[in-house]
T-cell receptor, first 114, second 114 residues
Framework: AQSVAQPEDQVNVAEGNPLTVKCTYS??????LFWYVQYPNRGLQFLLK??????LVKGSYGFEAEFNKSQTSFHLKKPSALVSDSALYFC????????????FGGGTRLMVKP | DTGVSQDPRHKITKRGQNVTFRCDPI?????LYWYRQTLGQGPEFLTY????????KSRLLSDRFSAERPKGSFSTLEIQRTEQGDSAMYLC????????????FGQGTRLTVV
């Protein structure tokens, strides 16, 4: 079975400060890892993914994430938060080269205050 | 790029009634997924199609749920004899071929069973 944990229900950060949204996963074999963002009344929007290669992946809107195999983590980061980054963020995992089911974490609400 | 389209956006139905939702994926995507999302939770996988073949079904997909993708293009999800516990956002996603391809989500259909 595969699972994702997002330990923080909410992260608060001031505009201009760096932000981190945490994600840990459990999957047998090599993982494919994804981050999605959900704005109110909108569908999930893809931010970035780790498939293979460089552990630091860059995505949309200045976001990046670091894959850490030993800690089974895939934390989302941004050097300087914007108020418009306020949204619900979901981490997801899939077993590489097997199956198609994405397993999502429970989500983390990011609040960026001016 | 018209994105993934879902219809209707909102559906209110009485308990015991049948409902059907439609999803139109991105045209060149051969993979289609249905997920369910309840308030405060991450999306949960329901089922997966590759072209017209339904290849994976979650245990969440009870006998009252059926999904089809008859020509490998649009898909429908039907819920028979709706229950209050079926109230949720139903999300459709599609992706192109390739294990590492990310899924693109529609805006969802919000079902309320009264």
């Amino acid at each position: 079975a595969q699972s994702v944990a997002q330990p923080e229900d909410q992260v608060n950060v001031a505009e201009g400060n760096p932000l981190t949204v945490k994600c840990t996963y459990s999957v047998s074999g090599n993982p494919y890892l994804f981050w999605y963002v959900q704005y109110p009344n909108r569908g999930l929007q893809f931010l970035l993914k780790y498939i293979t290669g460089d552990n630091l992946v860059k995505g949309s809107y200045g976001f990046e994430a670091e894959f850490n195999k030993s800690q089974t983590s895939f934390h989302l980061k941004k050097p300087s938060a914007l108020v418009s980054d306020s949204a619900l963020y979901f981490c997801a995992v899939r077993k590489s080269n097997a199956g198609n089911m994405l397993t999502f974490g429970g989500g983390t609400r990011l609040m960026v205050k001016p | 790029d018209t994105g993934v389209s879902q219809d209707p956006r909102h559906k209110i139905t009485k308990r015991g009634q049948n409902v059907t939702f439609r999803c139109d994926p991105i045209s060149e995507h051969n993979r289609l997924y249905w997920y369910r999302q309840t308030l405060g939770q991450g999306p949960e996988f329901l089922t997966y199609f590759q072209n017209e073949a339904q290849l994976e079904k979650s245990r969440l997909l009870s006998d009252r749920f059926s999904a089809e993708r008859p020509k490998g293009s649009f898909s429908t999800l039907e819920i028979q004899r709706t229950e209050q516990g079926d109230s949720a956002m139903y999300l459709c996603a599609s992706s192109p071929p390739g294990w590492g391809a990310e899924a693109f989500f529609g805006q969802g259909t919000r079902l309320t069973v009264v």
